[in-house]
């Protein structure tokens, strides 16, 4: 049996550990009847026909490693179909090329929410695909939970944790920037694990004015600061009533180097204070996994190479109700799983006395 393994998008904490379940599994399994493929950068390896035979020993000492071993490239998913003219081939020919060449029995994908559109699309196209759930986002449909989250929950939270005792000593508000792309999963836990002041999300329109009077009451009663969690994909409320070409339109007029940076001078002119920035950036999907995604990883890696052995494609694993399940890549792709603005854990932050920028 001949497995090619990549992974695609943008890296996280648990690839390796993922891939080192996946291979572990696999070689228990079948011994010397499988032969596993490392395909380099993603997408961009199986367009190419980029692959290298690999070992087990490549799969030793690496549950801990950060990145990924294979390398990782975006491959937007609305180019795979396209062609200048009807003599090129298209990138999904190119793969399905390489799967052929190859003969590939299976693929193994590791990725978010674009490369889950691209592994729908080769499993449509018959190729025997399994997936699993990586991104720091937990923005991906069908599973409670993405490997690299809890990692990158775990160091949003310490550079908050950190930002507390300079904003108490200096009397500061400070505004920290949490990744997340269009969801707010990780700014939502890790500004309430971290007993952050102020939440805003995505998924809850802001309004300047709204956090200016919660900094305020907050001075009022005697703190001597505030933080403010703000993911990266924050809108204001007049944003939000904005149509798409709307909106692309006021963001590429902005000024200000990210939302934090704009958000933080509304609130300098509401309150008169000076505001400080934190962006820890890609330092949120970097180092090792913590022990919560080490474990998830394994557990994903196991179910992934069981449904090989098995002969069940066309899935991604998913984590629901504490237990590792098949769901269809069909029911996967295309779909963003984003925060409930009413769900238990945005009714918990508001319990907590949090003010969710609305
Ligand atoms: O999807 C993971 C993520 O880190 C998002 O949170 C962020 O918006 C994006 O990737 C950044 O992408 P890049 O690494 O391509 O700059």
Redesign the pocket.
């Given at each position: 049996m001949k497995i090619g393994m990549l992974t695609s998008?943008?890296d996280?904490q648990g690839l390796n550990s993922a891939l080192r379940g996946v291979a572990k599994t696999l070689y228990n399994e079948f011994g010397n009847q499988v032969s596993i493929y490392g395909i380099r950068d993603g997408y961009r390896g199986l367009i190419e026909g980029d692959y290298h035979k690999m070992e087990p020993r490549d799969f030793s000492d690496i549950l801990t490693l950060g990145g990924t071993i294979l390398g990782t490239s975006?491959q937007p998913f609305k180019e795979m179909t396209k062609a200048r003219d009807d003599s090129e081939e298209t990138k999904l020919e190119k793969m399905l090329a390489t799967v052929k060449k190859a003969r590939f029995d299976c693929l193994v994908i590791l990725g978010?929410n674009g490369t889950h559109k691209t592994a729908n699309l080769l499993s449509q196209h018959g190729v025997n695909v399994v997936t699993l759930p990586k991104?720091?986002?937990n923005d991906l449909w069908g599973t409670e939970m993405t490997f690299g989250f809890q990692s990158a929950m775990d160091i949003a939270v310490s550079v908050i944790d950190s930002i507390h005792s300079t904003a108490f000593s200096h009397s500061r508000v400070f505004i920290v920037e949490v990744?997340?792309?269009k969801a707010g999963w990780?700014t939502l836990y890790a500004g309430i694990a971290s007993g952050a002041d102020v939440i805003v999300i995505p998924e809850i329109p802001y309004s300047a004015e709204k956090i200016a009077q919660a900094i305020e009451r907050r001075q009022e009663s005697g703190k001597r600061f505030s933080i403010l969690a703000v993911a990266?994909?924050a809108v204001s409320r007049e944003e939000a009533k904005m149509s798409k070409k709307e909106f692309k339109a006021a963001r590429e007029a902005m000024t200000h180097p990210s939302i934090s940076y704009r958000l933080a001078s509304e609130l300098k002119e509401l309150t008169g204070q000076e505001i400080r920035v934190t962006i820890p950036g890609?330092y949120?999907?970097g180092g090792i996994p913590c022990a919560a995604d080490r474990l998830l990883t394994s557990r994903l890696g196991v179910a992934a190479a069981e449904l090989i052995r098995d002969g069940k494609f066309g899935y991604m694993v998913a984590l629901q109700n504490n237990c590792i399940v098949p769901v269809p890549l069909s029911e996967v792709a295309g779909k963003l799983k984003t925060v409930p603005p009413d769900g238990e854990v945005v009714r918990a932050a508001r319990a907590l006395g949090l003010c969710m920028g609305d």
């Open positions: 998008g943008g996280c975006r978010g991104t720091i986002d990744m997340g792309h990780l990266e994909g890609h949120q999907r």
